[in-house]
């Protein structure tokens, strides 16, 4: 059974920043998309970064040069860096993962960016 669990999430000032880890278990073959969706209240679940292939790399425009998704195939787990946060950043972020046939959800962690 396919697990995602995410980590680093919390509370930063705008200005801030965060990493948040997206740990993969219990899957046979390979993902051919990782990345990173987010939901603000009262909002749609939106993608905000993705590596996709072998490495290619696609952001939301509001994240663009804020934001850097990295993965470390050793240790089947992928990264968000978060800089430069603003408080339209808040949400709640889930890592995404996708195999063929398949798409794989994590719990969920808070982002939130408040003074």
């Known amino acids: 059974q396919v697990q995602l669990v995410e980590s680093g999430g919390g509370l930063v000032q705008p200005g801030g920043s965060l990493r948040l880890s997206c740990a993969a278990s219990g899957f046979s073959s390979s993902f051919y998309a990782m990345g990173w969706y987010r939901q603000a209240p009262g909002k749609q679940r939106e993608s905000v970064a993705f590596i996709i292939g072998g490495g290619t790399t696609t952001y939301a425009d509001s994240v663009k040069g804020r934001f850097t998704i990295s993965r470390d195939n050793a240790k089947n787990t992928w990264y968000l860096e978060m800089n430069s946060l603003k408080p339209e950043d808040t949400a709640v972020y889930y890592c995404?993962?996708?195999?063929?046939?398949?798409?794989?959800w994590g719990q969920g962690t808070q982002v939130t960016v408040s003074s």
């Open positions: 995404n993962a996708r195999e063929v046939g398949n798409t794989y």
